[in-house]
C-alpha cells in the first residue's frame, strides 16, 4: 500500500510516499481502508524533531481518518467489515490503511460524509474537549482564542457560538489571517505583533475575558494572565513554536484571581482515557448529522501534496483544516 513516510527530521524533502506493508489488526484492533485523512500541527512538530512526537524513524505520520472498516482484530464487538467509521491512529493515517484501536474508533452517521468527518478526530473533537471540557464554558461566556485562524481556532468558531458563547476574539501571526479568522466567526481578529492587554480588553467591551484556548506553549502566558476576568480558566494546549518553556507563575496571582491554568494534552488523552476522545468525537460527528454544524475544509487532492501544506503549518501560513483525498 501507499503511505506518506518521514524518513527523517527535517523539511518536507523528507517526507516522502512509499510503498509499504500492508497492516493487520492485533487483538482490539481494526484497519481502515482510508478515505481522508486529516492534517495536524503535531506531524509538523514530529517532523521538525521535537521530543515525544516520533517514537521512532522513519515515522509514519496521519492521526485522524475517516474510511471503512477493512479488517476486525480479535475481541472488538460493535463494528463491522464495511462500516464508515471515524477514528485515531497511534500514527500512520497517512496511508492507504491505517490501523485503530477499536475504543478510538467511532461510526460515522450516513448524512456525515467521510470528507468532513476525516477533520473530527483531532479536529473538531479536540475543540470540544478543550472549550467544553477543560476551558469548562458556560453560555454568555467570552473567549481568548490564540492561532484563530488555525485548524482548532477554526472549529473553535463554529463551536462557541453553537454553545452559546459571548465575545470570541482571536489572534493571528500573519495580516492577512485577520479577515479570514472574522470571517471563520471571530467578533475580533488580532494581529499578534500589534496585541496587548488593552486591544483584547477593549475587544470585549472593557472586560476581562473568561476562557483563553492558548497553543503558544507560555510565550503568551503573562498576556493571558493579564487579560482575564475573574475566575477565568486558562488552557495550555500545545507548544507551537517549540521552544523552551517557562515556569508557571506564583501561585498567589492565581489564587488572588481565582484564576485556573490548565494544560491539556489529546495524546495524553489518548493514552489514558480514550473514552474521553471517543466521546467528543461521537458528540461532534451527531452535531454534524443534525446539522446543527458544519465544518468547512481544504481538500488536498493526494499523498503526495502533503508535505507542502505541511511547510504552510509550519511556517504559519494554512489557513483552516486540510484534509487529503487518499481513496476515490
Known amino acids: 500500500m501507499r503511505a506518506l513516510v518521514m524518513i527523517e527530521p527535517g523539511d518536507s524533502a523528507r517526507s516522502q510516499v ?5 497492516p493487520h489488526p492485533g487483538p482490539g484492533e481494526i484497519t481502515i481502508d482510508v478515505a481522508y485523512a486529516g492534517l495536524n500541527f503535531m506531524d509538523v512538530m514530529a517532523r521538525r524533531g521535537d521530543p515525544g512526537y516520533a517514537p521512532s524513524w522513519p515515522y509514519h505520520p496521519g492521526l485522524e481518518v475517516a474510511g471503512t472498516v477493512r479488517e476486525i482484530g480479535a475481541d472488538v464487538v460493535g463494528l463491522s467489515v ?16 491505517a490501523t485503530a484501536r477499536a475504543g478510538l474508533t467511532v461510526p460515522v452517521p450516513a448524512e456525515v460524509s467521510l470528507r468532513t468527518a476525516a477533520a473530527v478526530p483531532l479536529g473538531l473533537a479536540t475543540a470540544m474537549l478543550l472549550i467544553a471540557e477543560v476551558g469548562r464554558f458556560t453560555p454568555g461566556d467570552s473567549v481568548l482564542v490564540h ?37 471563520a466567526g471571530y467578533d475580533v481578529a488580532i494581529l499578534r505583533d500589534h496585541v496587548s492587554a488593552d486591544a483584547i480588553r477593549s475587544a470585549n467591551d472593557g472586560r476581562g475575558v473568561d ?15 493579564d487579560v482575564v476576568a475573574t475566575g477565568a480558566r486558562i488552557v495550555l494546549f500545545g507548544n507551537a513554536s ?3 518553556l517557562d515556569p508557571l507563575p506564583p501561585a498567589g496571582r492565581l489564587i ?59 511556517e504559519g501560513r494554512g489557513s483552516g483544516k486540510y484534509v487529503v483525498r487518499v481513496r476515490p
Do not use: M, Y
Open 256 to 314: 488572588g484571581g481565582n484564576i485556573t491554568v490548565t494544560g491539556f494534552s489529546h495524546r495524553g488523552l489518548v493514552a489514558g482515557a480514550p473514552h474521553r476522545v471517543a466521546s467528543a468525537v461521537r458528540r461532534t460527528l451527531e452535531l454534524l448529522a443534525a446539522g446543527e454544524l458544519s465544518f468547512p475544509v481544504t481538500e488536498l487532492p493526494a499523498l503526495a501534496d502533503v508535505p507542502e501544506a505541511h511547510d504552510l503549518l509550519a
Open 82 to 97: 464495511g462500516d464508515r467509521v471515524a477514528a485515531v491512529p497511534a500514527g500512520g493515517g497517512l496511508a492507504e490503511i
Open 147 to 183: 492561532s484563530a485562524s488555525g485548524g482548532i481556532g477554526s472549529a473553535l468558531a463554529q463551536l462557541v457560538p453553537l454553545l452559546g458563547g459571548g465575545r470570541l476574539i482571536g489572534t493571528v501571526g500573519r495580516a492577512d489571517k485577520v479577515a479570514a479568522a472574522e470571517k
Open 211 to 225: 476562557v483563553v484556548l492558548d497553543p503558544l506553549g507560555t510565550s503568551a502566558l503573562a498576556l493571558d494572565l
Open 18 to 22: 512509499h510503498d509499504v506493508e500492508t
Open 242 to 244: 517549540g521552544g523552551a
